[in-house]
């Protein structure tokens, strides 16, 4: 089942963005969720992901900074990121996440995040 990626945008330094993945079916509540992000000519980099149970993990750069959660009743997870530097533009894209913090599902289209003055 193909995610769909929201809530991406254009955002000053310092600013806030909230973005939102929808993964309909029934493995959602019953699967490890990551957001990944990739820039030009770099691979995807898992920056924060979810259990089913709640327990998070975060990539340094984003730690303090970005907040990963989940929703098993609407079958959404969410990245609320504040305090946006450049560095963090990139297209975020969200996907099932194996034991190794790899990529299990099909990809979505992905949400712009640009940050800059």
């Known amino acids: 089942v193909q995610p769909v990626e929201s809530g991406g945008g254009w955002v000053q330094p310092g600013g806030s963005l909230t973005l939102s993945c929808a993964i309909s079916g029934d493995i959602f509540s019953t699967t490890r969720l990551g957001w990944f992000r990739q820039t030009p000519g770099n691979e995807r980099e898992l920056v924060a992901s979810i259990t089913s149970s709640g327990n998070t993990a975060y990539v340094e750069s984003v730690k303090g900074r970005f907040t990963v959660s989940r929703d098993n009743t609407k079958s959404t997870a969410y990245l609320q990121m504040n305090s946006l530097k450049p560095e963090d533009t990139a297209v975020y894209y969200c996907?099932?996440?194996?034991?190794?913090?790899?990529?299990?599902?099909?990809w979505g289209q992905g949400t712009q995040v640009t940050v800059s003055s």
């Open positions: 996907n099932q996440v194996g034991p190794i913090g790899n990529p299990r599902g099909v």
